[in-house]
Nanobody, 130 residues
């Protein structure tokens, strides 16, 4: 069982930056693909970014490509989301998620659907003012 705890959310003006962190429990963090999703009020949860086991491969939603960067530090059991050039439409509750571990994962190379992720954090709020 994996537990995920997000941090780093807050209020920022448009054009500003925020860095989110997601700390994971367990000793096999490097076996899990990780992703970030977000959910705005009244909208469905949407994919933001995903990273593979060793951090060598990433994939982004078109809406954040070139502005957001996902990374991971397996020694610290942590995945990050650096968000630059923030826009009011980036306002949402941001969730960290993990797939099943490598030995049990048979999903997409770049998992983007919520049902491809087995573990979720509680979310951290990001609010971008205009």
């Amino acid at each position: 069982q994996m537990q995920l705890i997000e941090s780093g959310g807050g209020l920022v003006q448009a054009g500003g930056s925020l860095s989110l962190s997601c700390a994971a429990s367990g000793r096999t963090f490097s076996s899990y693909r990780m992703g970030w999703f977000r959910q705005a009020p009244g909208k469905e949860r949407e994919f933001v970014a995903t990273i593979n086991w060793n951090g060598g491969s990433t994939y982004y939603a078109d809406s954040v490509k070139g502005r957001f960067t996902i990374s991971r530090d397996n020694a610290k059991n942590t995945v990050y989301l650096q968000m630059n050039s923030l826009k009011p439409e980036d306002t949402a509750l941001y969730y960290c998620a993990a797939t099943n571990p490598l030995a049990y994962y048979s999903g997409a190379v770049y998992p983007r659907a919520t049902n491809e992720y087995a573990y979720w954090g509680q979310g951290t709020q990001v609010t971008v003012s205009s």
